[in-house]
């Protein structure tokens, strides 16, 4: 076959026609890919003090008609221990809030896992997940009434593993019910503060700091102080720490629009979005001295 011109040309008109129709099949491909059908949300965890608590919705469609969306209906919750069906979850008070039995505890070196099935939705299960050693915290203490007031909390690290904790508390006083000072991105978990893992502290004992407000005005307007603070401190799971940093990630990035592609959350929800996580804790309560 000789090759002249007319030739040459045709066949480039040819590959540029097939390029650029292998890009046209690339990009609606990608678009046909992303599926919005509605799937469970699932936000839960299990912890030696509350239990398993489970917080289940439906997910939010890109383009809709109205700002309401229904609860879904027929919700059921297995709870499994060592791949093991344990027990189903029973319905709270509050909406979309499902909760272990009263008398079941949550014990570390065993997996967990929950599936969530609900009418006209596609069932969803978490991954395992385990829960952690309860913190090595010797001392938690409370330094100066006037402001500032500084909470400090003494803890070793265990060097054998990579260890994730929280640190917040929570102000009580006579005539006010529960203040939570410190807030996260997510209203179901318990509200966190400091957040961290072992990178720089592993195996080493150390002191956390925190700057804490103890301080609030009464009704009449004046300056007075709380009765006591609630200090708890966790060891989290991993699968908890990457879920709230990616939250912080995407709080930052969803609103830049130079950013080339928005932050996304993590999830550990097969079939649906969300987590079911672990942690453990320690509880302090320290009375304040007026």
């Known amino acids: 076959m000789e090759w002249n011109f007319k030739t040459i040309i045709i066949t480039v008109l040819i590959v540029e026609i ?3 129709a292998c890009e046209i099949d690339t990009e609606i491909s990608y678009e046909l890919r992303n599926d919005f059908s509605p799937r469970l949300f699932v936000e839960g965890y299990v912890s030696n003090i509350d239990g398993v608590k489970v917080f289940v ?6 383009i809709r008609t109205d700002s309401i969306i229904p609860q879904p209906e027929g919700v059921k919750i297995k709870f499994f221990q060592n791949n093991n069906f344990l027990f189903m979850l029973n319905k709270s008070d509050e909406d979309g809030i499902y909760v272990s039995p009263e008398n ?3 014990i570390q070196g065993v997996a967990y896992h929950i ?5 006209n939705l596609p ?5 395992a997940v385990f829960l952690p050693d309860l913190p ?12 500032p007031s500084y909470l400090e909390a003494q803890f070793c690290d265990n060097k054998t593993q990579t260890n994730y904790y929280s640190l917040w508390y929570y102000v009580y006083a006579s005539d006010k019910k529960e203040e939570e000072y410190l807030n996260t991105s997510s209203n179901f978990y318990p509200q966190l503060g400091t957040i961290f893992d072992d990178g720089t502290i592993n ?5 956390i700091q925190k700057q804490v407000n103890i301080r609030y005005l009464t009704k009449d307007n004046k300056i007075t102080y709380a009765d006591s603070i609630r200090i708890v401190f966790y060891s989290i799971s991993e699968d908890f720490y990457k879920y709230l940093k990616s939250i912080s990630y995407w709080d930052f ?7 080339k592609y928005p932050a996304t959350v993590y999830s550990n929800i097969d079939g649906g979005y969300g987590l079911f996580s672990t942690f453990s804790g320690k509880q302090f309560h320290i009375p304040i001295s007026k």
């Open 57 to 62: 919705k439906q997910s939010l469609p890109p």
């Open 104 to 106: 079941f505890k949550a």
């Open 136 to 147: 090595m915290v010797d001392t938690v203490f409370l330094t100066g009434i006037v402001y």
């Open 253 to 259: 990035s969803h609103n830049d629009m130079w950013q």
């Open 115 to 119: 599936e969530v099935e609900a009418r």
């Open 203 to 207: 195996g080493v004992c150390t002191t």
């Open 18 to 20: 097939c390029i650029s």
């Open 123 to 127: 069932m969803v299960k978490s991954s």
